[in-house]
């Protein structure tokens, strides 16, 4: 599917309602004009998907099958809750590589992984909202944890994104308690998506997920990075500084880069393994990629999970 949806375009409007509807809107556009391109397979109780179809009327497990997008004639049974879990721990601050003065300019520079979760769980929001799921929000930010529980009335909606474009960056870590007693309720039906780069105390995050797996509740891991950090594209003499402790590096890039990714490697392969053993589906991407494609991916592990 071809993506427009650049981040750096939402980067300065501060109108999360719009930014979440505009982002979705066109998603749902691109995924109807895909659908009418090729042959596909008939149904005589489902039809292809078009603009303005409910989605609750998407049928996720025959997309799952097929690629391909139907809308059921029936109704479904029941609606579930989807909970939003954006980390907010200083990692998060890493900012997107600035785009070449060839490119046109979009009004940013780059973006942050805070920022670039925050537009797709807003995005990821509306579209649960339409489907008449309820949405609950958790933001892990600091020693606080800010929580909504999953509703899905209008006004609900617009407090949720509220409070998401609200949570900013801390340096420390809640307790993992606290987290878990917070969202409890999510054991019942219902899906959690988890938006984080794993850097902060990897280990607790990931305790706190599994123990929110269930057979009626799944999770989906969205682990966050930068082009720089994929490729380490840095050159001469450099310094880092751990955002979590403020300690400042200097390295020599040419030096370090081979250790870094084989540590970078190392560290994605046992994260996906460990998650994988959870029954945690984890999508990875970089934040200079198009919100649309992660859009898709996170519908197609929806789909993969069986959820209506």
């Known amino acids: 599917m071809h993506s427009l949806i650049d981040p750096l375009t939402f980067s300065r409007i501060k ?144 407090k949720l994104l509220l409070q998401l474009a609200r949570i900013t960056s801390g340096d420390a870590f809640p307790n993992i308690d606290v987290m878990i007693n917070q969202i409890a309720s999510v054991r019942q039906q219902g899906i959690v998506i988890v938006v984080s780069d794993f850097y902060q105390r990897h280990q607790e995050l990931t305790e706190f997920m599994q123990q929110l797996v269930s057979p009626r509740t799944d999770v989906i891991a969205v682990q966050l990075e930068t082009q720089d950090e994929v490729e380490f594209s840095y050159t001469g003499q450099v310094r880092f500084e751990d955002r979590e402790t403020g300690e400042h590096k200097l390295v020599n890039a040419s030096q370090v880069k081979s250790a870094y990714l084989h540590a970078r490697e190392t560290f994605n392969h046992t994260l996906a393994n460990q998650l994988q053993g959870q029954r945690i589906q984890l999508l990875r991407t970089t934040i200079e990629q198009p919100l649309d494609n992660v859009l898709y991916d996170f519908l197609l592990a929806r789909g993969k999970a069986g959820r209506p």
């Open 15 to 158: 109108d999360l309602p719009l930014v979440a509807k505009t982002i979705a809107q066109g998603f749902l556009h691109g995924l109807h004009n895909s659908a009418q391109r090729g042959t596909g397979v008939e149904f005589s109780q489902y039809r292809v998907y078009e603009p303005g179809d409910p989605l609750s009327r998407v049928d996720w497990k025959l997309f799952a099958r097929s690629d391909r997008y139907f809308v059921r004639e029936a109704e479904r049974e029941s609606d579930i809750n989807v909970y939003l879990v954006l980390d907010a721990s200083a990692s998060m601050l890493m900012q997107s590589r600035k785009p070449k003065k060839s490119q046109a300019n979009t009004g940013a520079d780059s973006i942050t992984k805070l920022d670039y979760g925050r537009y797709l769980l807003a995005s990821i929001a509306y579209l649960a909202h339409q489907q008449g799921d309820g949405v609950g929000l958790m933001g892990i930010s600091g020693k606080q944890v800010d929580f909504l529980p999953a509703l899905n009335t209008q006004q609900h909606w617009q």
